[in-house]
DNA sequence: AGCAGGCATGTTATAACATATCAATTCCTT
DNA sequence: AAGGAATTGATATGTTATAACATGCCTGCT
């Protein structure tokens, strides 16, 4: 239930260890961590914030991988089947999985003042979402949980 | 916390009620009912679903309301900010709130069978992201929750 | 009546996000 | 070596959303 992103924490040991799990996550299921997507996590994993797939490949390009709309995509793709990535549906945009590998439900907290997305994680089948689902006799197969506001730097300037 | 939307009732009626609620909603708040709003509500409400925006632009057109998009998105925009639709994010698409004009934070079941969406009400402090935000002391403005997943008819003949 | 301000609408253009399709290559298996 | 699956390259297109500016339409004031 832990929601890192709000605090400052060594980045770089950080992105390195996302990294290493990732690598060893694509080796043990069999998949390709390709150039183009190690880079793409990179890019994700250096902000933590979720970037727009025109953003990203506009850095991708910059280091030559790629400057079409599908190089981008693709890579993405491949990064939210592995769970090494999600999409953030209310903003459009996607951002590294700060849990990496395994199977989760992800909650996102996004901040409005500075952008910052924390990812909390939820069991799918409760909390009220869960409630409202056994009682309609709904299956779920994933879920969509979002919260925008301001995070405790961005309540600052307010008071 | 009645999930409407999956099973059948008196739609004419229902349509009815809601567009009187809405009238007494805006009526009451001082906000413009106009013709256009009107229609839009009526159109998202015939259906139990989420449509487009440019869906719903097709059908203002039909009826000589307007052919361009931001006539869609206008009207969408104020019946939002009314509280009598709901955007499906996860869907990039509209749909007629069920709980009529009041403030309350919506959860959706979407089927990914028949497409029907079922709007449930829950309190955006409870539950598993009311305690995530407030262990991360984020403040939250706006909740987005929705499900994906099969419906009770649609489960059938899968099994 | 004449006018100003606010809000709604009309219209054009463009930004931003995402996918279809097909050819070329790579890499693994038989 | 041959076959097949996955990945990449490249072009085009589809879909969703907003910017920008002009016009009309009420309402309250002089
Ligand atoms: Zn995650
Ligand atoms: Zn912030
Ligand atoms: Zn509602
Ligand atoms: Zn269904």
Do not use: W
């Amino acid at each position: 239930m832990a929601a890192i992103g709000f605090c400052a924490h060594d980045h770089t040991a950080c992105v390195a260890d996302l990294m290493a799990h990732a690598r060893a996550h694509c080796e043990k299921e069999g998949l390709k961590f390709t150039p183009v997507r190690q880079r793409t996590l990179e890019i994700l994993l250096r902000e933590h914030r979720a970037l727009g797939a025109y953003d990203l490949l506009a850095q991708l390009a910059d280091e030559g991988l790629g400057s079409q709309p599908p190089v981008a995509y693709r890579a993405l793709d491949f990064l939210v089947k592995a769970g090494l990535a999600h999409k953030i549906e209310a903003l459009n945009a996607y951002i590294a999985c700060a849990h990496s590998g395994t199977d989760h439900s992800p909650a996102f907290l996004i901040c409005r003042g500075c952008k910052a997305v924390a990812e909390a994680d939820t069991a799918m089948t409760s909390g009220r979402l869960g409630d409202a689902a056994r009682a309609a006799g709904f299956q779920i197969e994933h879920t969509v949980v979002e919260a925008r506001g301001l995070c405790p730097s961005c309540q600052e300037p307010a008071r």
